[in-house]
């Protein structure tokens, strides 16, 4: 027989700004040095960043996941006449930044 859980008073109750400064620094974290401009490489190759989108609604429309809160446009340096397109995967000690974003770039 299962017995019922006691009821515990506990306040849970984190203001709006803590929570989306504490969803920032997760999205900072998976997007990492790869700001528009940048080119990096991996096992996939290496990409050119196009584009951050940081706008959930167009991240998940572009990447067709609902949890997406972000979301890169890479072009492949690799393939001559590639298009770019859309990726969501995190940063990762298997990243290594070929060039920094410009100065002045966002």
């Not at 700004?17 to 997760?26: A, D, E, P, S």
């Not at 809160?69 to 990726?87: M, N, T, Y």
């Amino acid at each position: 027989m299962a017995h019922p859980l006691p009821r515990q008073n506990v306040d849970v109750s984190v203001d709006d700004v803590t929570i989306r400064r504490g969803l920032q620094r997760v999205i900072d974290a998976q997007i990492g040095p790869r700001g528009v401009g940048a080119i990096y490489h991996n096992v996939d190759g290496a990409f050119e960043v196009v584009a951050v989108v940081r706008d959930h609604a167009r991240a998940k429309a572009l990447l067709n996941r609902r949890c997406a809160q972000w979301a890169l446009i890479v072009k492949d340096v690799l393939r001559s006449g590639a298009e770019p397109f859309a990726i969501g995967s995190a940063w990762t000690t298997s990243d290594i930044l070929v060039r920094e974003t410009p100065t002045g770039v966002r």
